[in-house]
């Protein structure tokens, strides 16, 4: 690129090659190390088999694969975390879309505005908002004693799959809103100007013109919100309280409680395949879009 | 874009997603600024004991160090690690630049329940469990993508003919990187350094996984608090912490612009 500099460098007894495999060197140690052996070891690990008592089996074979994909609780586990994440990414994109919009059609000071309010949720900690939704769905919270003041017997929201899926619902929707801007390029107002002009009612504006423009950016969010839906494990944690069982608090549990790491390896890799197809399913949905 | 006015439907649809969206983070406030010894809302009484509560709380200010020099020490070691890196792949271009580029970013494709086990069972043998090392090794993997991501940017878009200028004029390549192009790329490495901050700073599973009962960081601490009571003290970190963060992402505004840093 710069031909001027290259003399110097060599000069300097070294080929770009080189000084960039020394630059190189660091981030790839932290990658091998921190990265790349963890997850194969991860692979290696799903292959071992664990005793009764929970004593690691140092070996080769299927056995946990086996156990994991015959027992029936692992099974209901993982259909219970497809079905909930499904749901919740479809929640998510309904919240979500409406604000996208608008924050598409804003501009100036008030956009950004608009804009540090959806990020500064992505930046707060899990830990706190999954709290803000404590102080809002538990017994003694907002919603109670709002329906409480009417006379009305509150639900119970919290310590079940109502609570995780309104928390993760609100924890997701910021990446949702960003996914669906990011794909909102192709949306240009005249567009829809256009069809209105034309006769169209806004519905079958909104239907026939808006919604297949945007949506490129709504297959890229759904799939960032299932994959951290299917992930997510502090909500479920907090808001289940220990009665929700989803595959990422059962990966925790057998990792840090249980401490059967052949079933949270094998775990884990079932997460990661559910990813590969929800890619997979991206990628076609994306084709017959576009 | 505003030719068209916005019709007053999405304007209360979009008004109240956005409550919903910030409602968890609006009712720690008054919840903070409750007298009560347990949670609820409304508050029956209100006073600031809880801010007072949390530098009484030895487990809290000895987890909110942890984390504080944690973030530090990781916000540094990414800028150190991530702008050679950068450089490298984004200027040198060795062969395979892309494939190495997308394999430094892959670990934040891998769901961080995943990457924290991969990681506990690999330093669980090699003693680094509950350990600040172990801490920073794991936090290095998650930021580090970012830092690149966000420093190839920086750099890509820099005027390259200031940097030929300096060449031509006689100075020698490090020169030109420390004379010239690194102050042009003072945003970028602002709006990296925060975001690597913020990362480390809030990130809870894996640090889950890598602390024990000696070493605790402050999200982990939290975590810990509210499964087993929910009493306002949480509220009132929390508040301090969403300070902490909209005075950090004011800062890359001003500095990187929002948009341009977190919308691409």
Same mark, same amino acid.
């Given at each position: 690129?710069?031909?001027?500099?290259?003399?110097?460098?060599?000069?300097?007894?070294?080929?770009?090659?080189?000084?960039?495999?020394?630059?190189?060197?660091?981030?790839?140690?932290?990658?091998?190390?921190?990265?790349?052996?963890?997850?194969?070891?991860?692979?290696?690990?799903?292959?071992?088999?664990?005793? !009764?008592?929970? !004593?690691?089996?140092?070996?080769?074979s299927?056995?946990?694969?086996?156990?994991?994909?015959?027992?029936?609780?692992?099974l209901?586990?993982?259909?219970?975390?497809?079905?909930?994440?499904?749901?919740?990414?479809?929640?998510?994109?309904?919240?979500?879309?409406?604000?996208?919009?608008?924050?598409?059609?804003?501009?100036?000071?008030?956009?950004?505005?608009?804009?540090?309010?959806?990020?500064?949720?992505?930046?707060?900690?899990?830990?706190?908002?999954t709290?803000?939704?404590?102080?809002?769905?538990?017994?003694?919270?907002?919603?109670?004693?709002?329906?409480?003041a009417?006379?009305?017997?509150?639900?119970?929201?919290?310590?079940?799959?109502?609570?995780?899926v309104?928390?993760?619902?609100?924890?997701?929707?910021?990446?949702?809103?960003?996914?669906?801007?990011?794909?909102?390029?192709?949306?240009?107002?005249?567009?829809?100007?256009?069809?209105?002009?034309?006769?169209?009612?806004?519905?079958k504006?909104?239907?026939?013109?808006?919604?297949?423009?945007?949506?490129?950016?709504m297959?890229?969010?759904?799939?960032?919100?299932?994959?951290?839906?299917?992930?997510?494990?502090?909500?479920?944690?907090?808001l289940?309280?220990?009665?929700?069982?989803?595959?990422?608090?059962e990966?925790?549990?057998?990792?840090?409680?249980?401490?059967?790491?052949?079933v949270?390896?094998?775990?884990?890799m079932?997460?990661?395949?559910?990813?590969?197809a929800?890619?997979?399913?991206?990628?076609?949905?994306?084709?017959?879009?576009? | 874009?505003?030719?068209?006015?916005?019709?007053?439907?999405?304007?209360?649809?979009?008004?109240?997603?956005?409550?919903?969206?910030?409602?968890?983070?609006?009712i720690?406030?008054?919840?903070?600024?409750?007298?009560?010894?347990?949670m609820?809302?409304?508050?029956?009484?209100?006073?600031?004991?809880?801010?007072?509560?949390?530098?009484?709380?030895?487990?809290?200010?000895?987890?909110?160090?942890?984390?504080?020099?944690?973030?530090?020490?990781?916000?540094?070691?990414?800028?150190?690690?991530?702008?050679?890196?950068a450089?490298?792949?984004?200027?040198?271009?060795?062969?395979?630049?892309?494939?190495?580029?997308?394999?430094?970013t892959?670990?934040?494709?891998?769901?961080?329940?995943?990457?924290?086990?991969?990681?506990?069972?690999?330093?669980?043998?090699?003693?680094l469990?509950?350990?600040f090392?172990?801490l920073?090794?794991?936090?290095?993997?998650?930021?580090?993508?970012?830092?690149?991501?966000?420093?190839?940017?920086?750099?890509?878009?820099?005027?390259?003919?200031?940097e030929?200028?300096?060449?031509?004029?006689?100075?020698?390549?490090?020169?030109?990187?420390?004379?010239?192009?690194?102050?042009?790329?003072?945003s970028g490495?602002?709006?990296?350094?925060?975001?690597?901050?913020?990362?480390?700073?809030?990130?809870?599973?894996?640090?889950?996984?890598?602390?024990?009962?000696r070493?605790?960081?402050?999200?982990?601490a939290?975590?810990?608090?509210?499964?087993?009571?929910?009493?306002?003290?949480?509220?009132a970190?929390?508040?301090?912490?969403?300070?902490?963060?909209?005075?950090?992402?004011?800062?890359?505004?001003?500095?990187?612009?929002?948009?341009?840093?977190?919308?691409?």
């Amino acid at each position: 690129m710069n031909t001027l500099a290259l003399p110097a460098r060599e000069a300097r007894g070294m080929s770009p090659a080189a000084v960039a495999m020394w630059l190189l060197l660091p981030i790839a140690l932290v990658n091998a190390v921190g990265f790349l052996w963890p997850v194969v070891n991860l692979l290696r690990m799903s292959l071992n088999e664990s005793e !009764a008592t929970g !004593a690691l089996i140092d070996t080769v074979s299927l056995a946990t694969w086996r156990n994991v994909l015959t027992d029936s609780f692992t099974l209901e586990l993982i259909g219970n975390s497809i079905g909930v994440s499904l749901f919740i990414t479809l929640l998510t994109l309904v919240a979500s879309y409406p604000i996208a919009i608008y924050l598409h059609r804003s501009s100036g000071l008030w956009r950004t505005v608009l804009l540090v309010l959806v990020i500064a949720p992505l930046l707060t900690s899990a830990v706190v908002r999954t709290y803000g939704w404590i102080a809002i769905l538990s017994n003694q919270g907002l919603v109670a004693n709002l329906l409480a003041a009417f006379g009305l017997a509150p639900p119970r929201l919290m310590f079940n799959l109502t609570g995780v899926v309104i928390g993760l619902t609100e924890i997701l929707m910021p990446y949702m809103i960003l996914a669906l801007l990011s794909g909102f390029g192709r949306l240009d107002p005249r567009y829809e100007e256009a069809a209105l002009t034309l006769g169209a009612t806004p519905l079958k504006t909104f239907w026939r013109v808006v919604l297949p423009l945007t949506a490129p950016g709504m297959a890229l969010g759904c799939l960032l919100c299932f994959v951290l839906a299917i992930s997510s494990f502090v909500t479920p944690k907090l808001l289940g309280g220990g009665r929700v069982f989803l595959l990422a608090t059962e990966i925790y549990d057998q990792a840090i409680v249980t401490l059967n790491w052949p079933v949270a390896a094998t775990l884990s890799m079932i997460v990661l395949v559910l990813f590969g197809a929800a890619l997979a399913l991206y990628t076609r949905a994306l084709r017959r879009i576009a | 874009m505003d030719e068209r006015p916005i019709s007053p439907v999405l304007k209360a649809a979009a008004g109240l997603m956005f409550l919903f969206l910030l409602a968890p983070l609006i009712i720690v406030i008054p919840i903070s600024l409750s007298g009560d010894t347990y949670m609820a809302f409304p508050p029956s009484s209100w006073s600031l004991r809880w801010y007072g509560a949390i530098f009484s709380d030895t487990r809290m200010t000895a987890a909110f160090s942890v984390s504080l020099i944690l973030a530090l020490v990781v916000t540094a070691l990414s800028l150190l690690i991530g702008l050679p890196a950068a450089y490298a792949l984004v200027r040198l271009r060795p062969l395979g630049a892309e494939v190495l580029g997308s394999l430094f970013t892959a670990p934040l494709l891998l769901p961080t329940i995943v990457l924290g086990l991969a990681i506990l069972l690999v330093f669980a043998p090699l003693g680094l469990l509950g350990t600040f090392q172990g801490l920073v090794a794991a936090h290095l993997i998650v930021t580090l993508p970012y830092a690149i991501r966000v420093l190839s940017t920086a750099l890509a878009t820099l005027p390259i003919p200031v940097e030929e200028a300096a060449a031509t004029l006689g100075a020698p390549p490090l020169t030109v990187f420390f004379r010239v192009t690194l102050p042009m790329m003072r945003s970028g490495m602002v709006s990296t350094a925060a975001l690597c901050f913020l990362v480390s700073f809030d990130e809870v599973v894996l640090s889950l996984f890598m602390t024990g009962p000696r070493l605790s960081t402050l999200p982990v601490a939290m975590y810990r608090h509210v499964e087993q009571q929910a009493d306002p003290l949480v509220a009132a970190i929390s508040v301090l912490l969403v300070v902490l963060t909209l005075a950090v992402v004011i800062v890359v505004d001003r500095t990187a612009g929002l948009a341009k840093t977190f919308v691409r």
